[in-house]
């Protein structure tokens, strides 16, 4: 595997950051964009590195939200345990507490389903997933299942008002984003509209999902396959890491403004048109699948 240059790191970098958050996949972008330029695949490993910056983005952002969920979570344990004196009294009743306090529970809850999968399915999406046709049809698929989810949605609901089955069943469309294509926040804010949810409480449960799938996965694949990351060039993998945080800051900022008053059709059209424009180059052999 070549050594990938600062500049391809840093455009990379951009990609990664721009698609990570809006629902039209960042993998896809970064798998596609070496074939267009009929350059090697970076690799899921290198992939799910750099997104290591759009995490740090993302913990940045949502500084206040974490503390305060961690702090309601602490008082609320401490108090269930200082009320637990007789057999009647069930510890960790999560019914009572506020929605704070729950929300630390229901992240790690909704992350476990991708944690299964990830490791099931690991071959397959560092192998066969990662084909052009895979992403193409991913990216159409789920472009029609989110505008289906947005026109069905009543959005009644806040992010306040999150159950812990709500959790469970966005958890496991997580999972889903393990195909390459697929956008783990398109298919989240997909579920969260499907349950319901208006569309900023479904995209900010999204990105608050987001921060433990995205740790773990990168992590896990900088111990792994730190022998075919350090291959890419130590520097390449920080620059791209790097222009990361800084782009992905600014979209979360932004996709959240944006859902406030606009419908997802033109992440639909846009995820749609670059599926059919990939298989049409297939087919006429302009890249390789």
Do not use: C
């Not at 999406?125 to 052009?132: E, Q, W």
């Not at 949605?153 to 812990?164: A, D, Q, V």
Request: charged share 15%; hydrophobic share 50%; net charge positive.
């Amino acid at each position: 595997m070549n050594e990938l240059s600062i500049g391809m790191s840093i455009l990379l970098g951009v990609i990664q950051g721009l698609t990570e958050f809006i629902p039209v996949s960042s993998t896809a972008h970064v798998r596609i964009l070496p074939a267009f330029l009929d350059m090697q695949d970076v690799g899921a490993a290198y992939t799910a590195v750099i997104q290591l910056g759009s995490l740090i983005a993302l913990l940045f952002y949502f500084r206040k939200d974490l503390y305060e969920f961690s702090m309601q979570s602490f008082l609320a344990i401490q108090k269930e345990i200082e009320q637990y004196t007789s057999l009647n009294q069930t510890i960790m009743n999560l019914k009572h507490w506020s929605y704070e306090a729950k929300m630390p529970f229901y992240l790690i809850i909704g992350t476990i389903p991708i944690s299964i999968f990830g490791i099931l399915l690991k071959n397959l999406i560092k192998g066969p997933f990662r084909s052009l046709y895979v992403v193409a049809g991913s990216l159409i698929l789920f472009a029609i299942l989110l505008w289906i989810s947005d026109v069905k949605s009543k959005k009644n609901k806040s992010i306040e008002e999150i159950t812990l089955w709500d959790a469970i069943w966005i958890g496991f469309a997580q999972s889903l984003a393990l195909v390459p294509g697929a956008s783990r926040s398109g298919v989240t804010l997909m579920a969260g509209l499907f349950l319901n949810f208006n569309r900023e409480s479904a995209m900010r449960f999204s990105f608050l999902l987001s921060i433990p799938a995205i740790a773990l996965s990168g992590f896990y694949e900088l111990f792994k396959d730190w022998q075919e990351i350090s291959q890419l060039g130590i520097m390449s993998v920080f620059v791209g890491t790097i222009t990361a945080i800084v782009v992905s800051y600014v979209v979360i900022a932004g996709l959240l403004r944006y859902l406030k008053t606009h419908n997802t059709l033109v992440f639909v059209i846009y995820r749609i048109v670059l599926g059919l424009f990939i298989y049409g180059l297939i087919y006429k052999g302009m890249i390789s699948p």
